[in-house]
């Protein structure tokens, strides 16, 4: 019994002393740990956001064979930048005008997955998948559109939601060089 007690003492000691090693903190780091979080240390899905209000919508190019319309709800996205994620609130508008809403992430630069989707009574189902590839089936990828055009500019995720919603806004990642492409306007 002493043996244990002794061990289990010494082994507490053993965590509890620094080395040297530890990094201070920031306030900002120390507000939001969730954000900070590898992808490892976080076993749960993340909480999906409100949906998708018109205001917020913000329309981007997919492809000139597309027959949906594609749009990022820009107050739900984020950039979790340690982990190289950005998550966001897709809505996909049918011609005949039904939409269809995920929430979804990107890790950058070419992987992604779903969290949710929008049931029929308007609720959020949880369906978080695998990390998939983003590789370009063909020309209606989304996700490898949002990510090579719009969140992972060279390969490197973006560092803010503001930059993103620029990008957004700017029909791609002033980073990255696209073809200038009329959307109807």
């Known amino acids: 019994m002493r043996l244990t007690a002794a061990v289990a003492a010494v082994a507490l000691a053993a965590a509890c002393s620094s ?26 899905a993340p909480v999906p956001p409100a949906f998708p209000r018109p205001e917020n919508l913000i329309e981007f190019y997919v492809s000139a064979n597309a027959s949906f319309r594609y749009f990022i709800d820009a107050s739900t996205l984020q950039s979790l930048y340690n982990q190289r994620e950005v998550r ?16 979804e992430g990107i890790r950058c630069p070419d992987m992604y997955r779903v969290y949710a989707i929008r049931g029929a009574r308007g609720n959020w189902i949880q369906r978080s998948t695998d990390w998939q590839p983003t590789v370009r089936r063909s020309d209606l990828g989304v996700p490898s559109t949002l990510a090579r055009q719009f969140f992972c500019p060279h390969s490197d995720v973006i560092q803010s939601a503001a930059e993103g919603v620029d990008a957004l806004r700017r029909g791609a990642h002033p980073g990255v060089y696209v073809e200038q492409r009329n959307m109807g306007e």
């Open 88 to 103: 966001y609130v897709l809505l996909a508008r049918s011609p005949s005008g039904v939409d269809n809403v995920s929430f």
């Open 19 to 44: 080395g040297g090693s530890h990094q201070p903190v920031s306030d900002w780091e120390k507000q939001h740990p969730e954000l900070l979080a590898s992808t490892e240390t976080r076993s749960e």
